[in-house]
């Protein structure tokens, strides 16, 4: 859902909120190189619901770039960049000898020593940050009050942490020691999932062995199609909304 105010024709200022939906899965990378065999092998996945909501600016260049003040197309392309805050969550799966899958919230289980005095430098993440929502999109003008449209929507994040990866392995014995019992057996089973080509599933991955990549933040995107409903007064064209303006009382 979204709300845009126009103060001119070539400028928007938007207010949004949406939920979508990220996730990933290591075994249906395709093997045919080094790095794709590795991220294969370490056989972790993760889903997410994600909610935010953000302001953006809007800027529509050919109409900002144009001659005629009559000029007023049906179809206009827009770029934007905004700030917003989103909420995620991540879960890890498990399935049993039967072929039964559960999910499970990977936070609460530390499994890669966030918050644990044995790795000081592993703060816990916050669930909901600071996005940068940006991208491009095309309107068209189905009618003087109805407008529809499809939009890329980009989101530059500042966490690592949205699949809850980013760093690398730790000593499972640390499970033991600053989690309960259950979730210390949950943490073991969902940290490290490696599964080696062409030998048996239950390798383990030795403390300090590479997991993720901290050196980059994770970031996600959505394609959208819009429809948009003019609020307020409408005009057949630019020339008829100068007029308006020029001739409405003080």
């Known amino acids: 859902a979204f709300v845009t105010f126009y103060p001119a024709d070539w400028i928007g200022l938007r207010v949004a909120g949406q939920y979508t939906f ?21 056989n972790l996945d993760f889903k997410s619901h994600m909610w935010e909501a953000y302001a953006a600016l809007e800027l529509f260049p050919t109409m900002m770039l144009k001659k005629y003040d009559d000029y007023d197309p049906r179809l206009k392309p827009y770029g934007f960049i905004g700030i917003g805050l989103f909420h995620f969550n991540p879960q890890g799966s498990l399935t049993d000898a039967c072929g039964k899958t559960t999910w499970h919230y990977l936070k609460p289980l530390s499994t890669e020593g966030q918050g644990m005095p044995q790795y000081p430098n592993r703060k816990p993440y916050e669930l909901t940050q600071i996005n940068i929502p940006l991208g491009a999109g095309i309107k068209y003008d189905l009618s003087p009050k109805v407008n529809i449209g499809t ?16 760093t690398t392995y730790i000593d499972p014995v640390n499970f033991d020691r600053n989690l309960s019992a259950s979730d ?29 990549n901290s050196k980059n933040n994770d970031a996600y995107f959505s394609f959208l199609l819009k429809i948009g409903i003019k609020l307020g007064p409408t005009y057949g064209s630019a020339e008829q909304r100068n007029a308006a303006r020029q001739t409405r009382c003080p």
Do not use: H
Not at 151 to 160: A, H, M, V
Not at 188 to 210: C, H, M, S, W
């Open 22 to 42: 990220v996730s990933g899965k290591d075994y249906i990378i395709n093997t045919t190189g080094e790095d794709e065999l590795y991220r294969r092998e370490r």
């Open 184 to 212: 210390a057996v949950l943490a073991r089973a969902l940290y490290d999932k490696v599964k080696f080509i062409g030998t048996p599933v239950n390798n383990r991955t030795p403390p300090g062995e590479q997991r993720g």
């Open 151 to 166: 939009e890329l929507l980009y989101r530059k994040t500042f966490t690592d942490y949205i699949d809850d990866l980013s």
